[in-house]
Structures are given as structure tokens and as C-alpha cells.
């Protein structure tokens, strides 16, 4: 037996133990539940850089700004226009793959245009009241960057979406109080560890501080006026001991399984304008398979709803769509396809106004309707 059978041997012994040790709780402690942590994964090809805080959305999967302010890609396929080029913009390489991001963080006072960016995804589960957490990130900065402190992450129950550039002031759960310096294009890490007080979904990086409440350092006399920060490989994971996730009397588990009666999937989330499920979504859907093996006579209807908003034809393909979805999932997980049907009811069962945004988020739902049990 060669030295590298020896060393994939140990170390699958090593994880089995921690297994057999620790069980579920170690492998608990390893997950991040911060999706597409690298920025890896692009939904459309890039074509180069954008002035509008909505391309960053638009390239990479589940990733968007929080306001107007454009964060920058970096990754095949994007190329830094010339003149930012020649400032240095784009000479840094990934920390880890091939893709990272990058964030305007300081210079407002000097009139830097976009003197703010921030980074906004929505986590893979909701964080647990009273849970300990630990955050990390890895940065490092343009070569004639300023270098300055108040590098944070803040957790938002709600999304965070401005029709402006605007600075945002939070209290960050992890920020920096030091100033991160990455001398030569070196990766440091910025990192911390808090206790969740509110049942967050997003996760923002940024700073979250204005510019008189940043401490800033020129470290050349040719130094830009601004801060520029290079983001990578975002996690964020439990610390023992874990908090058991309350259950709610709406949870699904606790709905009564009766012939005929419709029950709401919550927390079902696609991609814009398509039926590809968001990784948040797998918290309710993977309770739906447990009922779903749970029971084995049981056989449902998904059906999807959309708002008004668009043409009513595509709202009802659209429906049909997701609610296959839906349906694609049990069955990849091994749930008969006779015990499931998929139907798009598109924008005719509103349960709210469509005259409004929380209307027709309320209307853009998926459920299901109990067949037999």
C-alpha cells in the first residue's frame, strides 16, 4: 500500500470516529450555511464590469447588493475596463477557485462615488435565537488601497434592498475594530463569534459605519482616498453546544394530514423569474420529505401560485413550473412519482392584494393539497 492509500485510509478513519464520537454534532459544527461561500458559482456569463448595484445579482448565484452601489465581480469571463486596470483593479488573484468580490468601503468625505458597497445573500437556514456562532471572511485590498477597520458582517431578519447608494449604519455582529492591513496581496482573515438574538436570514459584509466613525490609514504617499476590499470564501457555522430549533404550532410537522386540505409550504424561494429552488428553500422542503417517508400511503398536489404582475399565460407556466419543482425534489430523494402531481395555478387564487409589494410576495406562494393519506 502506497503513502497516499495510507493517508486517504487515516483519514477516513478520523472522520468516522468523529463521527462515532461526536455524531451528529460534528458534523453539525462543520456545515456553513452561507450559500455559494466562494461566489464560484455564476447564474450568466460576465461580460465585464457594470455601474449598476444590480449586476452583481445578475452574475453571481444567490449573491446581490444591498443598495445601488455596484460590487464588483471577479472571475472567468470578466474583464476590468482598461482605466480601471491600469489602478491595479483585477491584478489580484482568488483566495481559493477562480471568483471572488470586491467592495468600495471607505472615502464618502472625499467624494468617492459608490464610497459604499455591501454584499447580501440569504442563508441556508434562519439563525437560532441563543445559538453561538462563529463568522469568518478573507480579504485583502487593492495594492494603493487605504486600509481601515470596521470590516463587519450584520445579520438582517428581513432582505435589505435600497433604491439608493446610502450608507448602511447597523450594529454588525462581527465587525473589525482593528485595521486590516494585507500587505503584497496577502489573505487575511477577518472573523468573530456572537450569539443570535433575533431569527436572522441575510447575512450583509460591508462596513457598517460612516467615515468619521472609520479609522483610516494612507500607507504610501500616493495612496488612493478611498478603501478598496477584495472578498472571499464567507462562512459561517454553529459552535457547540447546539440549540434545538424551536417548533412553532404552524410548523408543518405539526399540521393534521387530512384528505383535501391545502397546506402552505413557507419559506419556498426561486430565482427571479425562475423555477429553480433557492438553497433557503431546503429547510421546509426537507421537512415535507420527512413527512412524505413518514407516511408512506400518503399522495399530494403541489401547486404553485404567482402575483399579476407580467402576462398571464407566462404566470401560469411559470406556476407549473416551480410547483414541478417542488415535485422534482421528492422524487430525486426517492418518493414515488404516483404519490405526487404538480399544477400551476398562476396568478387566479390570490390571497392577498396585488397592489402592493407584501401583497404579492403574500400571493407568490407554493402549497399543497393533501390527496390521500
Not at 482616498?225 to 430549533?245: G, Q
Request: aromatic fraction near 12%; charged fraction near 25%.
Amino acid at each position: 500500500m502506497n503513502d497516499q492509500s495510507n493517508f486517504f485510509l487515516k483519514n477516513r478513519c478520523a472522520g468516522w470516529l468523529l463521527f462515532l464520537l461526536f455524531g451528529v454534532e460534528a458534523l453539525q459544527a462543520q456545515q456553513n450555511i452561507v450559500p455559494n461561500p466562494g461566489f464560484e458559482r455564476f447564474a450568466g456569463a460576465p461580460i465585464g464590469w457594470s455601474y449598476k448595484g444590480s449586476y452583481f445579482g445578475e452574475v453571481v448565484k444567490y449573491w446581490f447588493s444591498a443598495t445601488t452601489a455596484s460590487p464588483d465581480v471577479y472571475g472567468p469571463g470578466v474583464r476590468v475596463p482598461s482605466d480601471w486596470a491600469a489602478k491595479g483593479f483585477g491584478k489580484q488573484t482568488a483566495r481559493s477557485g477562480k471568483a471572488m468580490a470586491g467592495l468600495t468601503l471607505f472615502g464618502c468625505t472625499n467624494g468617492k462615488p459608490h464610497c459604499r458597497e455591501y454584499l447580501e445573500i440569504q442563508l441556508a437556514e434562519p439563525l437560532v435565537i441563543g445559538q453561538a456562532y462563529y463568522v469568518e471572511f478573507w480579504v485583502t485590498h487593492l495594492e494603493k488601497s487605504m486600509h481601515i477597520n470596521n470590516l463587519g458582517a450584520y445579520f438582517s431578519v428581513k432582505e435589505i434592498r435600497r433604491s439608493t447608494d446610502e450608507i448602511l449604519i447597523r450594529d454588525a455582529q462581527m465587525n473589525a475594530m482593528e485595521v486590516v492591513a494585507a500587505p503584497g496581496g496577502k489573505w487575511v482573515k477577518v472573523s468573530g463569534q456572537f450569539v443570535a438574538k433575533y431569527e436572522a436570514e441575510h447575512i450583509l459584509i460591508g462596513n457598517f459605519n460612516d467615515d468619521d466613525h472609520t479609522v483610516a490609514i494612507s500607507p504610501e504617499a500616493d495612496s488612493y482616498n478611498y478603501a478598496y476590499y477584495y472578498i472571499d470564501d464567507v462562512l459561517l457555522k454553529k459552535i457547540p453546544p447546539f440549540m434545538p430549533v424551536p417548533v412553532k404550532p404552524d410548523d408543518l410537522t405539526r399540521q393534521a394530514l387530512e384528505p383535501g386540505k391545502t397546506i402552505p409550504l413557507k419559506n419556498i424561494y426561486f430565482e427571479f423569474d425562475k423555477d429553480e429552488l433557492m438553497p433557503r428553500s431546503f429547510v421546509e422542503l426537507n421537512k415535507l420529505l420527512k413527512i412524505m417517508r413518514d407516511n408512506p400511503k400518503l399522495s399530494i398536489r403541489i401547486v404553485g401560485h404567482t402575483d399579476a404582475l407580467g402576462n398571464e399565460s407566462y404566470n401560469q407556466a411559470l406556476s407549473q413550473r416551480r410547483a414541478q419543482s417542488v415535485v422534482n425534489f421528492l422524487t430525486e430523494n426517492k418518493i414515488g412519482k404516483n404519490r405526487l402531481f404538480a399544477k400551476g395555478e398562476g396568478e387566479r387564487q390570490p390571497i392577498a392584494t396585488n397592489d402592493t409589494d407584501e401583497g404579492r410576495a403574500e400571493n407568490r406562494r407554493v402549497e399543497f393539497v393533501v390527496i390521500k393519506n
